[in-house]
């Protein structure tokens, strides 16, 4: 074989390694993946902070404290400051920033890191950090060896996480995916497990409508002990926030005009969810004691009609806050006028019955999630953040970013120091907007004098 074949062969060679090489490349855990790009655009923190809405100001927007009418009447004074702020947020020209599990739940861990990816990007978490009832039973976090030795709960260690996090600022809000209670009781009966065994809900079943669970869980059902075990540990952690001062925007049964989990439209009557909304609020407020949450109804978006938005409305006296979840699948601009359309009709709705409104849950869909490179609209945040302050929307929350899964993430991350997600600089922009407000500009305990 001679030299110059030689050669060539072994440079087919190489370009065939590369390529596989290449095809098996991750960029979610390869820091120097070239999908990643350099921060350029610098958080200015300190300008953030100067931005929050002043008490002064706060207290002149803000309802009356004599003109607010909650869910419970025996709400304490950081949830009726809370809402106050919530009521204000909007007339001052401003928007929060929320994150689900965004202090405890990350994309990337990069050395040296928060335990935010917010935080890691914007120097800030962001203002609503949301977590979900599946952290209380082991779906959504694990207990460590020494955690799991010593009896720690999965409801002690989301107290200290939320503790930290409303320590930095940030408004809790708690939305309640549930397992199926059919098949926890059809395991419990091989296993001998009871709703007081830590692991006794652990398994997402959300998805998995069969055995008419919504009527069975009702006083009377054959499930209801069951149900009543699981929000025993969401009562638990609110009594336990409620003793910090620490108020919880409570989103229960939502997305219920959809398909997709056990307690939606097509699965049960809309008799028998809204008893089971109701029964919820009593058996939390009224049972248990729970005096520090404002309760939040949020459908899956879109809607054409008013009648729309309240499909299986389990009526004012059980809500405060009205919200909506919607995803943008195809970045192609159209989801920006079916979200202005949300929010027009939800304006009508939410002044006729008096009640505040908000986006509770959103995000970009491309392939599952934000796409790790190839995003349409890099100014996304932008521009949604513009759509809620125009329409006085208080606070719009993006979806989890969860460990390393290419196609479950919601929001830019950092994956060194000086790199990261492709929108960084974007993201780092949108924080600095003067309308915009993470945990470092959200001040609602003003409101409690």
């Known amino acids: 074989m001679n030299k110059k074949k030689f050669l060539s062969m072994a440079i087919a060679g190489a370009l065939m390694v590369s390529a596989a090489t290449a095809a098996y490349a991750n960029p979610v855990t390869d820091a120097a993946d070239p999908a990643y ?46 809402y106050r702020y919530l009521s204000a947020v909007p007339k001052a020209g401003k928007v929060i920033y929320g ?36 952290s209380f039973v082991g779906d959504e976090q694990r207990l460590d060896d020494c955690e799991w030795n010593t009896g720690k709960t999965y409801v002690d260690k989301m107290v200290e996480i939320t503790r930290k996090a409303a320590g930095e600022g940030a408004i809790i809000t708690m939305s309640m ?50 149900y009543n075990g699981y929000l025993d540990r969401v009562a638990e952690y609110g009594n336990r926030m409620a003793e910090d001062g620490i108020p919880v925007l409570f ?17 049960s009557s809309e008799k028998d969810f809204q008893q089971l909304w109701e029964y919820t609020v009593k058996y939390l407020r009224d049972t ?15 809607f054409k ?17 009205m919200g909506v979840d919607t995803y943008d699948d195809d970045q192609t601009g159209q989801w920006y006028t079916d979200l202005c359309g949300d929010l027009d009709v939800m304006q009508q709705v939410s002044e006729k019955h008096g009640k505040l409104m908000t986006i509770t849950e959103v995000g970009v869909r491309r392939g599952g999630s934000l796409a790790v490179t190839g995003n349409v609209d890099k100014q996304w945040f932008s521009k949604v953040a513009k ?56 001040n609602w305990q003003s409101l409690k004098k």
């Open 37 to 82: 790009v350099e921060l350029t655009a610098v958080a200015d923190n300190a300008k953030a902070k100067g931005e929050a809405v002043s008490p002064a100001e706060l207290e002149k927007l803000a309802v009356p404290k004599a003109d607010v009418n909650l869910v419970d009447k025996k709400a304490d004074a950081a949830t009726v400051a809370l």
């Open 99 to 134: 994150h689900e599990n965004d202090a405890h739940h990350k994309m990337f861990r990069p050395a040296g890191g928060s335990e935010s990816d917010t935080k890691d990007v914007t120097g800030s978490l962001s203002g609503i950090v949301g977590f979900d009832a599946l």
């Open 177 to 226: 995916h549930m397992p199926n209670f059919d098949l926890v009781e059809r395991r419990a009966a091989v296993t001998g497990s009871t709703p007081e065994n830590r692991d006794h809900y652990m398994n997402y079943t959300t998805h998995i409508s069969e055995g008419n669970v919504v009527h069975r869980i009702l006083p009377g059902g054959d499930l209801n002990a069951s």
């Open 251 to 267: 989103r229960p049964l939502h997305e219920h005009n959809g398909y997709w989990f056990w307690w939606g439209k097509a699965h």
């Open 288 to 302: 248990k004691g729970v005096h520090n949450f404002l309760y939040v109804y949020s459908p899956n978006g879109h």
């Open 305 to 321: 009609t008013e009648a729309d938005y309240l499909d299986r409305y389990p009526g004012d006296k059980w809500v405060d806050i």
């Open 387 to 442: 759509i809620a302050v125009d329409h006085k929307v208080p606070y719009f929350m993006t979806w989890s970013n969860f460990e390393k899964l290419t196609n479950n993430f919601f929001a830019p991350y950092m994956v060194s120091k000086n790199r990261g997600h492709e929108m960084i600089n974007e993201f780092v922009d949108f924080y600095n907007e003067p309308e915009t407000l993470f945990a470092d500009g959200v």
